[in-house]
């Protein structure tokens, strides 16, 4: 193994991307930019071809930097002991750096030694599309050192970014049908870059390699079909309440802790994100019903249900995946939903630190003769049991102020929405 070799080539494989691809300039990338001031780490986390090596690379692309993506097929049999060759391929080919990336290290024994090593004198980026990144030996050694950066795919105003849909604040008639087009692509192919070079088939090949790479392979899954069919099930009922004893019997799973495992496992791999039912009272939280949602709406697209087909699904699981992204720009900020024991349901529950700030509800509809009296029943009833009047309808395309029972009702866009 050429170790040299291998990592002048990935590193030209990037130049290259940047020079022939349209690349956007990611809405945390200042932010990110600014932790490299100070001696921390920056860990960049994230669901598998998000956009974190490219991500990684325009942090200080202007520095002189060294890069290395532990990925590669060629880097398998890599060892503990070959972590320092790579260092020293790095100072033979590019003399003394500033900052060093190291791209999906996690599987290489011992890297969390080396990373803190490295850290002390140099700038440090670690990637990784695994939750449990930080959850070993690294955050044992690095407590109050690192800074992690959550990346997802891309947010509809990265979308439009990448379109050239220039945002202008006022929007007119023809702006608004543009927009509206552009969301539908949005929702139906979703926010994976390589999506929008390579077409939407590339989204199972994605979907593939997440469960065989990176959950399969990495927890020595047995019960493949199994494993396969409940990861299914979950793209097709995003949005859905599941509870895991449901799900072990739906499935012919025997043991329900089997069922919980897995799930865990898609969450570390932030292929899935789990809403818990809103309750004051912890215990209840604990044991009710969950509602899992996909990462991505072309996903849930192509593998479980048709943006034409059910449009209402997929909105309110474009909703979802925005509030997780808000979640990461906000430590107070926590999402739940609401149902009663009279089945009078509100989707999302915006919690700030101990206070119910606001309730949503999404629905498809274009116009007021749409709205459906029972979805406004059960935020009114929402609205009285949580003490919150902060309410408000992400709808297709109605806007609109309303009052109901002296309580006044806000309709946003989800397009309008999307771009707050």
């Known amino acids: 193994m050429d170790l040299q070799s291998i990592i002048k080539e990935q590193r030209q494989e990037l130049e290259k991307i940047e020079k022939d691809e349209r690349i956007i300039e990611r809405e945390r990338l200042k932010e990110a930019k600014s932790y490299l001031s100070h001696p921390n780490i920056v860990v960049i986390t994230g669901i598998r071809r998000c956009g974190k090596s490219i991500f990684s690379y325009l942090m200080d692309k202007g520095s002189k930097f060294a890069y290395i993506n532990f990925d590669d097929e060629r880097l398998a049999g890599l060892k ?27 599987n290489i024994k011992g890297w969390e030694l080396f990373a803190n090593r490295l850290r002390r004198t140099k700038k440090l980026i670690i990637t990784g599309s695994n939750s449990q990144l930080l959850s070993g030996e690294l955050a044992t050694h ?149 509602k899992t949602y ?69 629905t498809h509809i274009s116009n007021r003769q749409e709205l459906k009296e029972n979805r406004v029943s059960s935020l009114l009833r929402a609205s009285k049991d949580l003490k919150c009047n902060n309410l408000l309808f992400i709808t297709w395309d109605f806007e609109g102020e309303e009052e109901f029972n002296g309580k006044k009702i806000k309709f946003v866009p989800l397009w309008k929405w999307l771009l707050e």
């Not at 699981?317 to 024991?341: C, P, V």
């Open 142 to 290: 690095l407590t109050g050192r690192y800074i992690e950066i959550k990346l997802m795919p891309f947010s509809f105003r990265e979308f439009l970014k990448f379109k050239a849909f220039k945002e202008v604040g006022v929007y007119t008639t023809k702006d608004r049908a543009e927009i509206i087009s552009l969301l539908q692509e949005y929702l139906s192919f979703g926010g994976f870059p390589e999506v929008y070079k390579f077409g939407k088939s590339i989204l199972l090949t994605i979907y593939e390699t997440i469960l065989n790479k990176d959950i399969i392979l990495r927890h020595n899954i047995n019960k493949i079909k199994e494993f396969k069919d409940l990861a299914k099930f979950l793209v097709s009922n995003s949005s859905e309440e599941i509870t895991y004893s449901k799900l072990s019997r739906v499935l012919g799973i025997k043991h329900v802790s089997t069922v919980s495992n897995w799930i865990s496992y898609f969450e570390n791999a932030f292929l899935f994100f789990k809403l818990e039912r809103f309750d004051f009272k912890l215990k209840q939280q604990f044991i009710a019903p969950k």
């Open 80 to 106: 503990t002991e070959d972590l320092d060759k790579a260092l020293q391929a790095f100072y033979e080919l590019y003399g003394d750096i500033d900052y060093i990336i190291l791209d999906e290290p996690q």
């Open 294 to 362: 996909c990462i991505d709406t072309g996903i849930v697209d192509l593998m479980g249900f048709k943006f034409s087909e059910n449009r209402g699904k997929i909105l309110e699981t474009a909703i979802a995946i925005e509030l997780q992204r808000r979640k990461e720009k906000s430590i107070f900020l926590e999402t739940y939903y609401w149902k009663d024991a009279q089945q009078n349901e509100v989707d999302f529950v915006i919690k700030e630190k101990t206070k119910v700030t606001q309730l949503i509800q999404a």
